[in-house]
């Protein structure tokens, strides 16, 4: 298969649903919760003029909002 990596985190959302995705510090996060936030980072970095091509850094502590960023940035563009 010829996925992408956006295509095999959206099959783990659609599977995985309900169950957690990540631990940190006592905190967890579903994979539907991951997938809800990266959109929304997504739509965020869109609005400011990202397309296709861009370059984005991400400076930041392993923490949940890491991965969700990161995932963003890719559904981004």
């Known amino acids: 298969d010829n ?3 956006i295509d095999i985190f959206e099959q783990s959302f659609a ?3 309900n169950k957690t995705a990540f631990v940190c510090m006592g905190s967890e996060l579903t994979f539907q919760e991951v997938d809800l936030y990266s959109q929304q980072v ?3 970095l869109q ?3 990202l397309v296709k091509g861009d370059k984005v850094a991400v400076m930041m502590p392993n923490m949940l909002q890491l991965p969700v960023t ?3 940035v890719l ?3």
Request: with cysteine; net charge positive; glycine share 22%.
């Open 70 to 72: 990161i995932i963003g």
């Open 47 to 49: 609005s400011l003029g």
């Open 15 to 17: 599977k995985n649903g």
């Open 3 to 5: 996925t992408s990596l």
């Open 42 to 44: 997504a739509a965020y």
């Open 75 to 77: 559904c981004a563009g």
